[in-house]
């Protein structure tokens, strides 16, 4: 017979069973409650927030996917799929939040239907769309990781603390990715899911360093918390720009030649893929054109100055926005991979103007433009001169120098660059173009002039690389006190007497 206490409790027995019960379930209270989980809730919360922002941009026609993308959408509806994504991820995961936050009986149960929801709904979406964004990795962590707060796995403590950290590393380095918007832009849906991408990576990184450090011992836990720093700095090294060059913020024209005194036409082009570039055309006088192609998150208002001193030389010059940018229609990818098409688009264009003779068109760009230029030239019979200002790598055969000059560490970094340019890859439907020096030694007619930026050490080293391909039709020009694809503010009399002269003799 079991005796009771004054208290009402049973002696030594149910001491024991209150123990064992609180072992088995540490997210119960003492009074036998479901505790609140606050980081939980946080992170379903932040996510909520950037599931609701997708959702009325899609119902109110603020975020679009496109023509081809919104054309595969079940009834060509993106309000159907603003519902959708309302219906299957915002309201689950706004549920979740609260349910956490107030220590709700079902959080576990919740925490594994919004996980299963949402990777679901990342496989579905590649489905249903067939294309692919840096969202889609990113919400499958996502999804792993509310599975594994589930309680549902049978993950021990430490290597669910290995899991939160790899899964918070990814989407904190696709939030940092995605930056660019909030940065560029201000406020829109894709700066808030940034946002809440960032947040909730280093949210969970957080935890997981918490988690799997539990009971270690001082050394331990500096050693554990250092390695998750690593893990976080590569992961934003090696996706962030992948996501940033295949996610790229609007960007808008802001002058026109008018500005520099120069009569011109609007035009627009139209690549092989079906693209329509916005351009700009300004006629010449010597017989010779010249396309000419901005940089990576700008316009062709920003290259309007070189275009001026080309023009005044007496060229014919196409001033470009590259797909995606400024007023062109299309995916911007802001490492080049569309540059063949566009420029192609470009030098079709001139060479069906009378007063543009055949063998006399070049190409001058600027960073991407530059890299775009170079690889155009490989394709493109054409193009007779290029000129490219600070162009240094759009694929991973372009980083080969990097060994040679810098030992292990370049070798390391070389591994790194492989990694990114291949999740690159993956979220584009580009393909990756051939190595810039590959470009220069196929393009056998083509002369080419890579101006280097003397404030930039690795801009040398890159051109030194390319012109190993060709030495003897690559020339390079270094402009000291200058910063990237900075030389005509650098030294603009001396960079207008160069380049003109460099087309003057390769384009007679």
Same mark, same amino acid.
């Given at each position: ?39 939980l809730a946080a992170f379903a919360a932040v996510n909520a927030f950037g599931a609701w922002a997708g ?54 149960? $919740? ?59 990814? $989407? ?337």
């Amino acid at each position: 017979m079991t005796t009771v206490d004054e208290s009402g409790n049973t002696p030594g027995v149910n001491d024991q069973q209150v123990a064992d019960q609180k072992v088995a379930d540490p997210d119960t209270a003492s009074s036998g409650s479901p505790a609140r989980r606050p980081w939980l809730a946080a992170f379903a919360a932040v996510n909520a927030f950037g599931a609701w922002a997708g959702a009325v941009g899609l119902i109110t026609g603020g975020t679009d996917f496109g023509e081809v993308i919104n054309e595969r959408l079940p009834f060509d509806s993106v309000v159907l799929a603003g519902v959708a994504l309302a219906t299957i991820v915002a309201v689950p995961l706004t549920m979740l939040a609260w349910s956490a936050w107030t220590g709700g009986p079902r959080t576990d149960e $919740l925490a594994l239907v919004v996980g299963l929801l949402l990777i679901g709904w990342i496989i579905g979406q590649v489905a249903v769309i067939r294309a692919f964004s840096p969202f889609q990795p990113a919400y499958l962590a996502v999804g792993a990781g509310f599975v594994a707060a589930s309680h549902r796995s049978t993950l021990k403590e430490g290597r669910r603390g290995l899991l939160f950290v790899a899964l918070g590393a990814v $989407l904190a380095a696709v939030g940092v990715g995605l930056l660019p918007h909030p940065i560029k832009n201000g406020v829109s849906v894709i700066a808030a899911v940034s946002i809440a991408l960032l947040l909730a990576g280093l949210g969970l990184v957080i935890v997981g360093v918490g988690s799997g450090l539990r009971g270690r011992g001082r050394w331990g836990k500096v050693a554990g918390s250092a390695g998750a720093v690593v893990a976080v700095v590569v992961a934003v090294s090696i996706i962030a720009p992948a996501v940033a060059a295949t996610t790229v913020p609007s960007t808008a024209v802001t002058s026109t030649p008018a500005t520099r005194k120069l009569a011109y036409e609007s035009v627009t082009l139209t690549t092989v893929d079906g693209v329509e570039l916005a351009a700009w055309y300004v006629d010449g006088t010597n017989g010779a054109g010249v396309v000419m192609m901005h940089g990576s998150g700008s316009t062709r208002s920003g290259v309007l100055d070189q275009a001026a001193a080309l023009a005044r030389s007496g060229y014919a010059v196409l001033l470009i926005d590259a797909r995606g940018h400024g007023d062109s229609h299309g995916t911007a990818m802001d490492f080049g991979w569309y540059g063949d098409r566009d420029i192609a688009a470009g030098t079709e264009f001139l060479a069906s103007r009378d007063a543009i003779e055949a063998g006399r068109i070049g190409v001058v760009g600027f960073s991407m433009g530059g890299e775009e230029a170079i690889g155009a030239a490989a394709t493109d019979e054409r193009i007779r001169a290029v000129v490219a200002e600070g162009a240094t790598a759009r694929q991973a055969a372009d980083e080969a120098w990097l060994s040679d000059t810098y030992g292990w560490r370049g070798w390391l970094q070389e591994q790194l660059e492989k990694v990114q340019y291949g999740i690159t890859d993956y979220l584009t439907d580009a393909s990756p173009p051939i190595s810039l020096r590959s470009a220069v030694t196929r393009a056998s007619d083509t002369h080419f002039l890579l101006i280097t930026a003397g404030n930039v050490d690795d801009e040398a080293q890159a051109a030194s690389h390319i012109k190993s391909g060709a030495s003897d039709r690559v020339t390079v020009w270094n402009i000291e006190g200058a910063d990237h694809a900075g030389g005509f503010d650098t030294q603009p009399d001396d960079w207008r007497e160069r380049v003109v002269g460099f087309l003057d003799e390769r384009l007679r």
